[in-house]
T-cell receptor, first 116, second 117 residues
Framework: KQEVTQIPAALSVPEGENLVLNCSFTDSAIYNLQWFRQDPGKGLTSLLLIQSSQREQTSGRLNASLDKSSGRSTLYIAASQPGDSATYLCAVGWKNSGGSNYKLTFGKGTLLTVNP | EAGVTQFPSHSVIEKGQTVTLRCDPISGHDNLYWYRRVMGKEIKFLLHFVKESKQDESGMPNNRFLAERTGGTYSTLKVQPAELEDSGVYFC???????????????FGPGTRLTVT
């Protein structure tokens, strides 16, 4: 059974700081890994999706890496801004051998606060 | 392009009552998923539709939960009768047909917060 752990549970940093959020998973047989952002009372916004064959993906100030063999992913946020304050969720994608079934297993998230 | 929408945004019902949640996926998305987040826990998978067919319902907690997707468009999730432990936020997500690149990227709705008293 896949389990996803995110560390730390909460993080508070001053504006401008670079930071790293960590995600670990117990079963390395993943199909992909997706990072989401959730603002209070809102849905999940997809930030980056890394396929299992990839090592990293970048979008603007965000960089996500994947080390499947060690069961780890990191989300790097450069030059953090107060608008980055949100809960960041890591989700591991699993697909069956036939490719017809697909689902995400989530971590509990990291609550990020960027102080002006 | 409109995103995934869910209705209602919040529902408060008494134990034993029935509640129906609705999800409208992004137009043209064949895949529709339901997830749930119970307080203090992580978001968990409930089921997956491909068009109007249930592809995987391994996450449904018990037979008090019934999901439908008539015509392969919107979906409903009915809880009957509701119990206290059903309280949580129910999310719906959709994704494109797997023939498309990045077909597995899921787009989530804002969720329905269900409170059972």
């Amino acid at each position: 059974k896949q389990e996803v752990t995110q560390i730390p549970a909460a993080l508070s940093v001053p504006e401008g700081e670079n930071l790293v959020l960590n995600c670990s998973f117990t079963d390395s047989a993943i199909y992909n890994l997706q990072w989401f952002r959730q603002d209070p009372g809102k849905g999940l916004t997809s930030l980056l999706l890394i396929q299992s064959s990839q090592r990293e993906q970048t979008s603007g100030r965000l960089n996500a890496s994947l080390d499947k063999s060690s069961g780890r992913s990191t989300l790097y946020i450069a030059a953090s801004q107060p608008g980055d304050s949100a809960t960041y969720l890591c989700a591991v994608g699993w697909k069956n051998s036939g490719g017809s079934n697909y689902k995400l297993t989530f971590g509990k998230g990291t609550l990020l606060t960027v102080n002006p | 392009e409109a995103g995934v929408t869910q209705f209602p945004s919040h529902s408060v019902i008494e134990k034993g009552q029935t509640v129906t949640l609705r999800c409208d996926p992004i137009s043209g998305h064949d895949n529709l998923y339901w997830y749930r987040r119970v307080m203090g826990k992580e978001i968990k998978f409930l089921l997956h539709f491909v068009k109007e067919s249930k592809q995987d319902e391994s996450g449904m907690p018990n037979n008090r939960f019934l999901a439908e997707r008539t015509g392969g468009t919107y979906s409903t999730l009915k809880v009957q009768p509701a119990e206290l432990e059903d309280s949580g936020v129910y999310f719906c997500a959709s994704s494109q047909d797997r023939r498309f690149r990045m077909a597995d990227e899921q787009y989530f709705g804002p969720g329905t917060r269900l409170t059972v008293t």
